[in-house]
């Protein structure tokens, strides 16, 4: 009898799920194809051990090839005769796995492949009632995982700049992917950060069959804004007030991200005082404050009666 699965990835038939991908990984790293260019040994090797980590990796398969093995039906890759003990499919006895009646009877029917059961065809039949597919998938390591992870098409990039205020708001763009000549309405969702990517699933290239296509990533870039400057939900703007304003105080009116209000300034406000606008900030999961930084404009010129005023005052 040749290897077993678990011979093949030097582990014990009680080896945890973990331990089966840890000895995977490290063979598959020693034996990839593209460490081992034109090594045919290494890629019969490498065949070996994914068609071993398959099966061994999925506990319900697992349970069936260990069942198999159990009554002697399937040994793994490199058993002989194809790996059906007893010398090929034709001496092989499925009296054990197979029996109907009822004992009491004595009414046994056993199932031979070698009888009525259309030798090797009969044998496929049994098997794909436990691997669901026919012995000829035990030629090929890759079948199963062909049919299960069809080959993908290439995944396409883009980037689209958008406004400070289209962030806040959320936009619809139309972005054209020359690669596939298409023109497609990119939904932005409000409150999305600079450097922050939109998947749109199935619109990059074409896969090799002709379906699962990949997808279009797309990296949007928020553009400055001479007004107002983002920090996590909370945005920071700034206004100007005369000298007269700061020492004597005043209201004024400031833009928001969606109106103006007014502001009241305290006589005495010093320059770089910031005030809060509770709310004003961005809505994105939990709403933001709006603070505003306080600028006082100091004249650089004055006239005689204000310069007098100023030396009396001080």
């Known amino acids: 009898m040749g290897q077993t699965y678990y011979d093949t990835l030097g582990v014990n038939e009680s080896a945890s799920e973990d331990e089966v991908k840890s000895a995977f990984r490290k063979l598959a790293k020693e034996h990839h194809p593209d460490r081992n260019k034109g090594n045919k040994a290494s890629e019969e090797k490498f065949k070996s051990i994914s068609e071993a980590y398959d099966t061994l990796s999925d506990k319900r398969k697992r ?3 260990d069942t198999m093995r159990k009554y002697g039906a399937f040994s793994g890759r490199g058993a002989g005769g194809g790996g059906f003990p007893g010398g ?13 009646g009822n004992s009491r009877r004595g009414g046994f029917q056993t199932f031979r492949s070698g009888g009525g059961m259309g030798g090797m ?15 000829g998938q035990q030629g090929d390591p890759f079948a199963r995982q062909r ?26 763009r139309t972005l054209q992917i020359n690669q596939t000549n298409k023109k497609l309405a990119v939904k932005i969702p409000p409150g999305i950060v600079s450097g922050g990517k939109i998947r749109l699933a199935g619109q990059g290239l ?19 804004d001479q007004n107002f400057e983002r920090k996590g939900n909370d945005v920071h703007t700034s206004v100007s007030i005369s000298f007269k304003d700061a020492i004597l105080g005043s209201q004024i009116e400031v833009a928001t991200l969606t109106k103006k209000v007014n502001l009241r300034i305290p006589a005495g406000t010093q320059p770089g005082t910031k005030m809060r606008l509770k709310g004003q900030g961005l809505a994105v999961g939990s709403t933001g404050d709006l603070y505003v930084t306080i600028n006082i404009d100091i004249p650089t010129t004055i006239t005689d009666e204000q310069r007098k005023i100023l030396e009396e005052w001080g």
């Not at 090929?88 to 109907?100: A, E, I, K, V």
């Open 147 to 172: 049919q299960r992870r069809p080959r993908r098409g290439q995944s396409l990039t883009a980037t689209l700049n958008i406004s400070f205020l289209e962030m806040v708001n959320g936009t619809t």
């Open 121 to 135: 065809n009969g044998f496929e039949d049994i098997l794909s009632q436990f691997f669901g597919g026919g012995a």
């Open 88 to 100: 090929g499919p034709g001496g092989f006895d499925f009296s054990d796995m197979f029996r109907q």
């Open 63 to 65: 349970e069936e090839y």
């Open 206 to 224: 074409v896969g090799p069959t002709g379906q699962n296509n990949g997808d279009l990533i797309i990296t949007v870039h928020v553009m400055p």
